[in-house]
């Protein structure tokens, strides 16, 4: 990726890269940028539209019948406890919300002219809120959200998409010494009772911790379905702070989570603790709630 861009730069005026970077503000750049997309997209023809709606993966709909996703999606705010509070997350968010906090590639986003990003992790998004609340002095906060997002990265296989839905938990809090296991807690309740006794939750620990020691005696106890430690997972290691789940029902995973250092980063203090797990609501859409 890196030496074809090189070349694109090559074809420009010496400095034009200085002067894009950093010789412009932000809303100079936006608005040379919106000058120049105005322009290409007065050449665009309802025979190359068509062309692009058909072959580009950005933009196909997806296979999946809505009427059934929404029943999916129901389901899930109905199960999801009063403690969690609903967000309705906009489609952009602020450009670098994931390769700043979640050090995730920019070329795995699609930036916009604007200093935005489309949103591909609702995650990433619920943790600023999360910090936001926090900072506003409200003790824990349990936020949730059901997102269409988009990735840039090729996905591989028959009905593979590159949008798609995830239903997402976020919880942050200062840690007290219990506060992580009752945080886990929450979330691993919420995808049993939806999952139901083919819920297959596991856990990794990527590091030795306190944490780990206590999910024998606190978390296993607390849940009505085997929470099993996979101890081969090497995926993610380096995006959790310690400790990652995974989330599927009977043989398909669904999703996954862990905990992040994403608030303590966001509000520049290490207490902080915050968790995450999501699923793919289309996945649990196709093999049935």
């Keep these: ?6 070349r694109f730069w090559a074809k420009l005026p010496d400095g034009s890269r200085d002067a894009l970077v950093d010789g412009l503000s932000q809303s100079e750049l ?49 199960r999801l406890p009063e403690t969690f509070d609903g967000v309705q997350l906009s489609p952009v968010t602020p450009l670098g919300t994931c390769s700043a906090i979640a050090t995730i590639n920019q070329n795995q986003v699609v930036s916009t002219i604007r200093g935005t990003e489309v949103a591909s992790d609702p995650t990433n998004e619920l943790a600023i809120e999360a910090a936001v609340r926090r900072r506003a002095g409200q003790d824990r906060v349990h936020l949730a959200a059901c997102q269409r997002v988009i990735r840039a990265q090729p996905f591989d296989g028959p009905g593979m998409f590159a ?5 997402t938990l976020v919880s ?36 030795e911790s306190a944490l780990r020691d206590r999910i024998e005696d606190t978390v296993r106890p607390a849940l009505e379905v085997a929470f099993t430690e996979d101890t ?25 989570g862990g905990f992040t250092t994403w608030t303590a980063d966001l ?3 290490a207490k902080e603790r915050c968790l995450t797990s999501c ?3 289309e996945r649990l859409t196709t093999i049935g709630v």
């Design 163 to 167: 949008h798609f839905e995830l239903f």
């Design 232 to 256: 081969e997972r090497t995926k993610s290691e380096n995006y959790y702070a310690g400790t990652a789940l995974d989330i599927g029902r009977g043989s398909e995973g669904l999703g996954d």
């Design 267 to 269: 509000l520049g203090d």
């Design 172 to 207: 942050s809090a200062r840690d007290t010494g219990s506060c992580r296991t009752e945080l886990l807690i929450e979330h691993l309740r919420f995808w049993q009772d939806v999952l139901g006794d083919k819920a297959v939750l596991s856990f990794t620990a990527f590091k």
């Design 30 to 78: 936006q608005s040379v940028l919106l000058d120049v997309t105005r322009e290409r997209a007065a050449k665009v023809t309802p025979a190359r539209l068509l062309q692009r709606w058909q072959q580009d993966r950005f933009v196909r709909p997806s296979s999946i019948d809505p009427r059934e996703l929404v029943k999916t999606q129901q389901l899930l705010w109905e």
């Design 1 to 6: 990726m890196g030496q074809v861009s090189e």
């Design 279 to 281: 699923i793919s609501t």
